[in-house]
Each structure stands twice: as C-alpha cells, then as structure tokens.
C-alpha cells in the first residue's frame, strides 16, 4: 500500500464533504436531478441510508440505497490517490467492479421506481 499524499487537503475536503451532506440532511434537501426529470438518481437516498447504518439499522440502509457502502470505498481510493493496491491492473478492476455494480445497482432501484414500489 502507498503513503497517502497530501494528507492535510484530503481531510480537509472530507470534513467539507460531511459537513455539506450533514447541511443536507438538516435542511431536507432534495435532489435536484430528481427535482428536474422526476426520475431517481443513483445517489437518491443515500443520505438516509447513512443515517440509518449510523442507527445500525442495515436493512433500512440497504432499502434506501443499497450502495451506500461505496462511499468509504471510493474515499480509501481517494485517498490514496486511487492506487490503493500495489498493481495498477487491481485498482483498474476494482472501481471498474465497483462502478458496474453501482450501475446494476442503479438499474434495479430505478425499475421499482417505474413500478411505484420505490419510496423517496
């Protein structure tokens, strides 16, 4: 595994980007892809997914966005300036298995949203 490098600016953008999802939950933001197309996006109900893993509640997570697990994944990657395994060749894959399922993922939920079987 490589040293992280620009430490001090990596911590500084996640604790913006905690600081901006937590504004959004406390104000009931709402996506605004969502807000334009009335169609769901692959971030919708991460925030609650968050909110209820933080509860451990995980089956309330995974129902509202099951990949909300692949935020801390791809912040390890970012991390490390995504090259968080030693061969370049395993990086490539992982993101793009993690990138693939995100779209499956994305598929699904936005199939029972056509259904009406999805609740925003």
Do not use: E
């Amino acid at each position: 595994m490589r040293k992280p490098t620009h430490l001090a600016l990596k911590l500084a953008l996640f604790s913006l980007f905690i600081v901006l999802a937590g504004m959004a939950v406390l104000l009931q933001y709402q996506c605004p892809i969502l807000k334009l197309t009335g169609f769901i996006c692959p971030g919708c109900g991460m925030s609650r997914a968050w909110l209820a893993a933080l509860r451990l509640d995980f089956s309330q997570a995974l129902y509202y966005n099951p990949m909300f697990w692949s935020i801390p994944v791809l912040m390890l990657f970012a991390l490390y300036d995504f090259n968080l395994f030693r061969k370049r060749l395993f990086n490539v894959l992982t993101l793009c298995l993690l990138g693939v399922v995100v779209m499956a993922s994305y598929i699904v939920r936005l199939s029972a949203f056509w259904h009406g079987d999805y609740i925003i």
